[in-house]
Structure formats: structure tokens, C-alpha cells
């Protein structure tokens, strides 16, 4: 039989069997070292985690905060059962770690989700050498090449100038977790109230109590008063701009944050005023840089172009397999991270809920009704 | 000018407006030739220019289909693609560039590359977009012509019905300027030249509320193609709705050239017309869209035209004149013309009390019409669809409001989306029984929003379908209805379509199956 490669794809997490720890699991294990905590990676149930200490604060708040979790610096090394675990930064959000495995001389390296760029929040990313790397590929696409993180900035900072201007509110979308703090860590805040959707709020404020350096957030209420938003900068999750709690912003400019607003496709579809190519994932060149300098003589795919990526490699010297039986589900992308993102989504829902049953109501109450509609 | 960056009609507009306010007479000659879809061809080979693109961004060719793939759009992949740090790009003018390109039909294929790279390596990312897009585009900006005329009109403070005529029409770049087109007060007027259509809008309540009967004109609202016949300058031209020239494609309506005095432009509707009567229009479907009309195919599907409006008398341009007196014209024109069956007038309906015009809409069917146009007899004959004077009262479609269960992901520029639908409705034991799948009638923003909506409400997974979780309500229109033992309904329908997203209602308000055989019954 051959040996037990150090690592195995089970279609639910990244086993490692000698020490039975799970990286990422999608089902409660008993032990799952976690690399960051957007919910397609953190998820519920486990016995025991693992995880960054700057990851403590939101695994907290999403999973529980009675769960059993041991938190460990970067560098730090945890021998389970003879293999040596530690943690390496990943620049993708606060707290983001690069998991290295190390057994009888042999290394290898989960990425998790990792951008190369410095962002100013989260600690940036830095290679480590290994024999065998796990990289993700969620813009695994030589059309994928970020714009430096300035230049989005300013860019963001002119259209907020630019409605302040107008008077109107400029309502900018993106990941609660992550691209919120990333923001606000490099735009210039032109106000010294900054408004926020419930779910980023939250946040914030965790993050703020654990003792990290963010501005201060004012939630939106219903009690808000409006004239408050003209000229106001709100931060709002990507699953707002179909509900009705934007509309008490009006009138607004709508932005949102993503990688996916490269594409004119995706922009025109969100139907937003405003699209930022702003990304926590590596873009093309990086990735490519990042398999480089791991110094991996193989590197499995997960999470996005796993096919094309691996293909790509394996064309370009570089030994390469896909894993989709965890995360390179189609449907797995940069936006799903949101839906999972509780905290928003239902909160979301709650509120399109609510405004079906007022619609309904009025229409029933109704009798006028149109005999005709034009198709 | 950046009409990508919005998707406001109003800053669209006045963006346009800018332009025209400032650019030179011979680029906005140009961007009218893009806006109303002219584009000269410049006689490239898509796949060298794929090749050439893959090559200069260092990928191999199945890669830049994968990404072609991905973004759906082959000017944008390449934009996407080339190595770029352009920021600035280039400062030639539109006119500069389209003499760049419109030099390239004269080359050989290694002076295209040549001439082709040295374009792309000045522009930013943006600019190599567009200019991929002069290049073999399909040139869509997302601007309907509307929006282009109401920004000329007010650039040129001309009135925007004459901007929306002289827009219109056969010309070029190269064979006009500016000035003529736009600027001259109609000396110029190509005598193919069409007038902009007026549409009605959908009555809204109940025909009553139009007021007084005596004030309104009503016609059978006829399934056909709206079209304008234009006979100047001894020429004959057909124009239907769409501003596509279509003349060649109705031989049978040619003899006109004989029989309509010079000067003049009538609207009405090209329907296929049998044994004195309309037929449906999926008679005239038949032969839309044939290349060569074989003498099977028009004795299959001969045409006629049913005038209803008058547009130009004696070269003069006449919709000032009331709809009244217009008709009046129609009539001695048509009256001139020896007796034609091809050559018709819509009839207008004898009413003197709605009542009477509400019985004879139940009639519509048996008519082969999709029910009446009613138009003020005061009204002059204006541009676009406005509201007030023309309505439209069209029977009700078959229809259900039905429940969203499975979708599937589509093809193509939509690969990523999940645009295949199957929809359901209430079976007696409360369970949804699916009944139709439908594809297409969602706009580009509702699809966006029901993809939304499915990648987040998954409930299984067979292979490719999507189990939804039963939620989104549509109205589902459809042309027809069958028993059927092969469908789990037990009914087939015929030409499913989404008529409209039903916001305003829960999945419990759906029908039931029940309602679809009461339909069914109907229609036996
Ligand atoms: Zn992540
Ligand atoms: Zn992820």
C-alpha cells in the first residue's frame, strides 16, 4: 500500500489523519484548525477549534460564544501526535492564516483564502516554503488583475466627494468581514460619522472591544433621521441593494466592492451606479507568484478555476490536481461568503419579508385593478 | 465620454448632451453612426484577432477561451487580457480612430496585426475596450436611440421629434456630415427616410375612464408587423418597427409604387392576410426571416397591409394634423387607389357607448386581433410611446401566476447564470406540481436578481437542476393549452413565457392547478 499522503481531500475538510485534525471542515469533527473566519470556512458544531487569536472575536460572535477554542500566535508550533501544526499570515482578512503541516521532514501548506497586497488590517501575507501547497483559485482567470489598493481608494474617495457634492448618500456594498475593515482602514474618512447596516456594525464594535484600531460606526435605525444620510458615507453588506432598507437613503449613489466588478457582466447585473474592483483574494499575477515562491514541487487547487488553474500548471512544469469535492463547488464563490454571513442575510430577508406583507396587504385592500397589462 | 459608468438614465443623457455640446462635427457624426447602430465593418477575422491577443497576453489559446468564456464578451476578454498600464491612453479623436481602423480592409493580415497591436499597446484598459469594440463590435452601450435623441434635441435645441426623423433612415458617415443630417431644415431629407413610430400605452382600469366615447377612434389592434410605406421620389420603401428596411421582403406590396402618389408615408400593419380575412401571426412567422421567399412560401403566406395612419401628404409632413383629419386623408388616398385587396384599410368600429365596445372586445379572437387601439380623434401624431392618446387594449393572454422550482443554469454569455426555469402551481393535495418551463421575458436586472435569489436558496442539487426553495411568484403567459398524459399535470401548455416577475405575491398565492384546467376547459 502506498503511504497516506500527509494531507487528504475528504470532501468535507483537508484531513490530516496521523494527527485527526480537520483544516476548514464543513461538518462538526472533533478537532478543525480553522484559517479565517468567513462562514465558508468557520462553520458550526465542531468540538474543538483552532484558529488565529485575531480570528477569536468573530468566531465567537458566528459560531458561539461558549465554543471550546484555543487560539494561537503566527509562527507559534502545536504538535499534534507528532505534526508539527503552525499558523502564517494570509493577508486575506483579520486574523487569516496559511496552515503549515509539517510530518517526518515533510511540508505542506493549506493557503485558506489569501491576497498578496498589504491592506493595512489584516497582517500581510507571507510565503512559506513547502513541498506540497494548497492554493486557493477564486479569480484563477488571467482576466483577474487588480488595480493597486490606492488606486481604488481614491477612487472611492472621489465618488463620496462627488455625492457630497450632490447632497446625496453614497451607500458602498461589500463583504461585512474583511472588505468593510479594509476600507475603512484606507479611504479618507471625510466625515466623522460613518453609517452603518446592522451587520457591519456588529461587527466593527467586536472588533473595536477586542482592541483593534477602526473608527467608530453609527448604526441606521429606523429612528435615523433621514436628512442625516444627505452627503453621508453608509456601509451596507451586498445582500441590501434588493431589499427595501436602502430606499430611506434616497436619493443615493450605490456602490459595491468586489473582484467579480472586473467584469461589465457582473456590474450591470448588481445594477449598481458604481462598481470598485476591490478584492481580498489574489488576482492572476499573484497567484502565480505565490505558487512560485512556496517552492512547491506539487500544488492542488481548491476553491474557484480549480480545473483551469490546475491545467495551466501542469502545462507550465508545475504539478498540479483539483480538489472540487470541498470547495470547488461551482457555486462557491467570493459572494457566497455573504450568504452565509448570517447576520446579514437574515436580517435581509427579514426585512423583504416584511415589506411583501405591507405590499400585500395594501393591494389587498385594493379593489381597483388593472385590466390590462401590456407584455 | 463614459456611459459605462452609470446606469442612470438622466446623467446617460446628459452625458450625450455634453458631448454633442463639445466634440467636433465630424466625431459626433460618428458617435451617431455607433448610437444608431451603423457601424462600417472593417473587414477583420475574429479568429486572428483571438490569436493575436492570446499571443500578446503570453496564454495559450484554450486559456483565452476560458476566459472568453467567463467574461462572455470578446472585446472585453481581450481588454481584460492584454498586458496593461496604460493609464491615460490615447487623445485621438473618434473620427481619428475611425480612420485608423477604416484603413485596414486594404491590408494584408501581418500589416492588420501590426496595425491592430499598435493600437492596443496605447490604450488604457477602457479605451482598448471600446476600440475592440469599433473593431468587430456589436456596438451596444446600453443607450436606447430615445435617449440619444433627447440628447441631441436638447444639445441642438431642436425639437426632438425632428431630431428622431433625421436620425432615421439609410445613410452614412461617409456620405453625409453633421450638418446635413442633423442641422439642415429637411432640404437633405433622404427620401427613405422614415418617420419615428407612435405607440400606445396599455389602457390602465376600465375603458370608461377615457371619458366621452365621441372623443376616441377604436380599430382591431392587429397581430402583425408595424410598418411605415413610403413612397418619394418614385421610390417605394418599407420600414418595419425595429427601423429595419424591409422591402425586398414584401413583393406582394411592391405594386403600391404604382398606385400612391409621390409623397407619401403610411402607417399600419403587415399582417398575412387569406380568403379576405387576417391570419394569425404565426402564419407570418413562416416567412420573417427567410433569405429567399419561394413562390411556396408566398402562396402560403401571402401578406396585405391595413393602413390606419397617414404620416406624409404631397411631400408634406402632416402629423400636426389631428388624427381625424388625418384619416380623412388615409381615406382619399386609399379611395384613389384602384380596389386592392393587399391594400387595406383598418376599419374603425361603429361604437357609440363603451358597452358596446367592451361586448365587441370578447370578439377579439374570433377577429384575429389582439384587441383594440383607441385613439383620440383630436390627437396629432407624436414620437415614441407617450401617454394619453393611443392606447392599446389587448385581451388578456392565457396566464398563471405559478411558483419558481427548479432552475437550471443557461449557456453562452449567460453560463454563470441561472436563467432556465421550471415553474409550478398548487395541485389539490397542496403539494406544487410543476407545469412549464420558460426561458426568456425577465430583464438583464431580473435575471441578475433571481440568481440571486437561487444561489441562495438551494435546496438540492440534480446534477445541473436546482431544487429552489418555492418562493419567487411569475406571471407565466403562454399562446395555448392541451391535455397531456406525458406531463405529471396533466396538461401541456404552448410557447411558455414569463410575462412579469410577481413581487407583490407569496408563493401561497400562486394558482392552482385547478384554475389551469379551468382554462383548459375554456379553450377546448
Ligand atoms: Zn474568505
Ligand atoms: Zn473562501
Known amino acids: 500500500m502506498p503511504a497516506q499522503s500527509l494531507l487528504q481531500f475528504t470532501g468535507k475538510s483537508i484531513y490530516c489523519a496521523v494527527a485527526d485534525a480537520h483544516i476548514d471542515p464543513w461538518i462538526p469533527v472533533d478537532r478543525a484548525i480553522i484559517t479565517h473566519a468567513h462562514s465558508d470556512h468557520a462553520r458550526w458544531g465542531s468540538k474543538h477549534y483552532l484558529a488565529h487569536k485575531d480570528s477569536e472575536p468573530i468566531l465567537r460572535l458566528r459560531l458561539g460564544q461558549d465554543i471550546s477554542l484555543q487560539t494561537v500566535e503566527y509562527y507559534e508550533k502545536f504538535v499534534i501526535n507528532g505534526v508539527t501544526f503552525s499558523l502564517h499570515p494570509a493577508g486575506h482578512i483579520i486574523g487569516s492564516a496559511q496552515v503549515r503541516v509539517e510530518y517526518k521532514g515533510e511540508v505542506w501548506v493549506a493557503s485558506g483564502d489569501y491576497k498578496l497586497e498589504n491592506d493595512n488590517f489584516a497582517k500581510p501575507f507571507e510565503p512559506v516554503k513547502c513541498n506540497v501547497f494548497i492554493t486557493e483559485s477564486t479569480f484563477g482567470l488571467p482576466i483577474y488583475k487588480w488595480q493597486p489598493q490606492h488606486e481604488v481608494m481614491t477612487e472611492i474617495d472621489n465618488w463620496w466627494r462627488q455625492n457630497k457634492n450632490e447632497d446625496k448618500a453614497s451607500v458602498l456594498m461589500g463583504y461585512s468581514l474583511g472588505k468593510m475593515q479594509r476600507i475603512l482602514k484606507n479611504i479618507e474618512l471625510q466625515d466623522k460619522v460613518i453609517y452603518a447596516h446592522g451587520a457591519i456594525y456588529t461587527l466593527n464594535e467586536r472588533l473595536r472591544q477586542a482592541g483593534f484600531d477602526l473608527p467608530e460606526l453609527t448604526l441606521v435605525t429606523k429612528e435615523t433621521d433621514r436628512k442625516l444620510f444627505r452627503g453621508s458615507l453608509v456601509l451596507a453588506p451586498p445582500s441590501v441593494d434588493s431589499s427595501t432598507w436602502i430606499k430611506k437613503f434616497a436619493p443615493y449613489s450605490l456602490g459595491y466592492c468586489s473582484g467579480w466588478m472586473a467584469l461589465r457582466g457582473a456590474k450591470n447585473r448588481r445594477a449598481v451606479d458604481q462598481g470598485f474592483v476591490l478584492s481580498d483574494h489574489v488576482d492572476w499575477p499573484d497567484l502565480n507568484t505565490a505558487v512560485k515562491e512556496s517552492g512547491a514541487e506539487k500544488v492542488y487547487v481548491t476553491h474557484g478555476y480549480t480545473s483551469i488553474y490546475a491545467r495551466y500548471l501542469n502545462e507550465n512544469g508545475i504539478e498540479a490536481g483539483e480538489v472540487h469535492t470541498m470547495y470547488g463547488n461551482e457555486d462557491e464563490n467570493e459572494e457566497e461568503e455573504v450568504v452565509q454571513d448570517i447576520s446579514a442575510g437574515t436580517e435581509a430577508y427579514q426585512q423583504h419579508k416584511e415589506s411583501l406583507d405591507e405590499e400585500i396587504t395594501i393591494n389587498s385592500k385594493s379593489t381597483i385593478k388593472s385590466p390590462q397589462q401590456g407584455i | ?524
Open chain 2, 1 to 524: 465620454m463614459n456611459l459605462d459608468r452609470t446606469n442612470k438614465t438622466n446623467a446617460k443623457v446628459e452625458l450625450m448632451k455634453q458631448y454633442f455640446l463639445t466634440a467636433s462635427d465630424e466625431d459626433k457624426l460618428w458617435a451617431l453612426t455607433l448610437f444608431t447602430g451603423r457601424r462600417p465593418s472593417f473587414k477583420v477575422n475574429r479568429t486572428m484577432v483571438k490569436e493575436w491577443a492570446a499571443e500578446e497576453a503570453g496564454i495559450p489559446m484554450w486559456l483565452f477561451q476560458e476566459s472568453y468564456h467567463s467574461v462572455g464578451d470578446l472585446g472585453e476578454t481581450i481588454s481584460l487580457l492584454l498586458p496593461n498600464n496604460k493609464v491615460d491612453g490615447s487623445d485621438r479623436s473618434l473620427t481619428e480612430w475611425f480612420r485608423y481602423l477604416g484603413m485596414l480592409p486594404g491590408m494584408t493580415d501581418e500589416e492588420k496585426h501590426d496595425h491592430i497591436l499598435q493600437a492596443w499597446m496605447q490604450l488604457s484598459q477602457h479605451e482598448t475596450f471600446v476600440f475592440n469594440k469599433l473593431l468587430m463590435g456589436s456596438f451596444r452601450i446600453g443607450v436606447s436611440q430615445t435617449l440619444v435623441v433627447r440628447a441631441l434635441a436638447e444639445a441642438t435645441e431642436t425639437d426632438s421629434n425632428v431630431i428622431a426623423h433625421r436620425v432615421m433612415g439609410q445613410w452614412e458617415p461617409a456620405g453625409t456630415t453633421f450638418e446635413q443630417l442633423i442641422l439642415d431644415k429637411g432640404e437633405n431629407d433622404n427620401a427613405s427616410r422614415p418617420y419615428p413610430f407612435f405607440l400606445a400605452y396599455p389602457i390602465e382600469g376600465d375603458v370608461s375612464g377615457l371619458g366621452n366615447p365621441e372623443d376616441w377612434f377604436a380599430e382591431w389592434k392587429w397581430d402583425g408587423i408595424r410598418s411605415q410605406i413610403i413612397y418619394r421620389n418614385n421610390e417605394l420603401f418599407i420600414w418595419t418597427r425595429g427601423e429595419e428596411l424591409s422591402t425586398e421582403k414584401f413583393p406582394e406590396l411592391h405594386f403600391l409604387s404604382e398606385i400612391l402618389p409621390n409623397g407619401t408615408v403610411l402607417d399600419g400593419e403587415i399582417v398575412s392576410y387569406m380568403d379576405d380575412k387576417p391570419m394569425p401571426f404565426n402564419v407570418l412567422q413562416t416567412r420573417i426571416g427567410r433569405k429567399n421567399l419561394s413562390k411556396k412560401v408566398l402562396e402560403e403566406a401571402p401578406v396585405a397591409f391595413l393602413a390606419y395612419d397617414i404620416l406624409e401628404a404631397n411631400g408634406v409632413d402632416i402629423r400636426g394634423l389631428t388624427q381625424q383629419q388625418r384619416r380623412v386623408e388615409l381615406e382619399l388616398v386609399h379611395q384613389k387607389a384602384p380596389s386592392q385587396l393587399v391594400f387595406n384599410l383598418s376599419p374603425l368600429i361603429d361604437f357609440k357607448e363603451w358597452a358596446v365596445l367592451r361586448e365587441l372586445h370578447t370578439l377579439s379572437r374570433q377577429n384575429i386581433a389582439e384587441g383594440f387601439m383607441i385613439k383620440r380623434k383630436e390627437s396629432t401624431y407624436q414620437v415614441g410611446r407617450k401617454k394619453g392618446d393611443w392606447w392599446k387594449w389587448k385581451i388578456d393572454p392565457l396566464s398563471v401566476d405559478a411558483v419558481l422550482i427548479y432552475a437550471q443554469k443557461g449557456s453562452g454569455r449567460r453560463a454563470e447564470l441561472f436563467t432556465d426555469y421550471t415553474f409550478a402551481v398548487w395541485g389539490e393535495d397542496g403539494k406544487l406540481v410543476p407545469f412549464a418551463k420558460a426561458y426568456s421575458g425577465l430583464t438583464d436586472v431580473e435575471i441578475g436578481q433571481v440568481d440571486y435569489f437561487i444561489k441562495r436558496n438551494v435546496l438540492e442539487k440534480f446534477g445541473p437542476v436546482r431544487t429552489v426553495k418555492p418562493e419567487l411568484v411569475f406571471e407565466i403567459g403562454f399562446e395555448g393549452i392541451n391535455e397531456s398524459s406525458r406531463h405529471k399535470s396533466g396538461i401541456a401548455v404552448r410557447f411558455p413565457r414569463i410575462l412579469r416577475w410577481r413581487k407583490d405575491k407569496k408563493a401561497e398565492e400562486a394558482d392552482t392547478l385547478e384554475a389551469l384546467k379551468g382554462i383548459l376547459e375554456m379553450y377546448r
